[in-house]
């Protein structure tokens, strides 16, 4: 089993930054992508951004620009770094891997549990 818990999220106005952070934590043998999805009241979730285990990235195109996303593989950790951020990015963020795990033969999804980023003056 492993298990995601993401950090960083919380209020901010209108340009300001936001950094968050998830750390894949169990009996992991290896974390393949990493991504961060959001949902917004009314809304269905969706992929904000992606990286792969050799670093390779994408984003939607909402966020190109202002957000990065990057990943230590040694700490089986993901970073979301937003900037000039806007209204409409209110959401809750997921943070979300395959991993496999000890015991398994096949890579899982997991989710973490989400954190709230608010974007208002």
């Known amino acids: 089993q492993a298990q995601l818990v993401e950090s960083g999220g919380g209020l901010v106005q209108p340009g300001g930054s936001l950094r968050l952070s998830c750390a894949a934590s169990?009996?992991?043998?290896?974390?393949?992508?990493m991504n961060w999805y959001r949902q917004a009241p009314g809304k269905q979730r969706e992929l904000v951004a992606a990286?792969?285990?050799?670093?390779?990235?994408d984003y939607a195109d909402s966020v190109k620009g202002r957000f990065t996303i990057s990943r230590d593989n040694a700490k089986n950790t993901v970073t979301l770094q937003m900037n000039s951020l806007k209204p409409e990015d209110t959401a809750v963020y997921y943070c979300n891997a395959d991993v496999l795990t000890y015991g398994s033969t096949k890579l899982r999804a997991y989710w973490g549990q989400g954190t709230q980023v608010t974007v208002s003056s």
């Open positions: 169990g009996s992991i043998v290896v974390v393949n992508v």
């Open positions: 990286v792969g285990r050799g670093g390779t990235t």
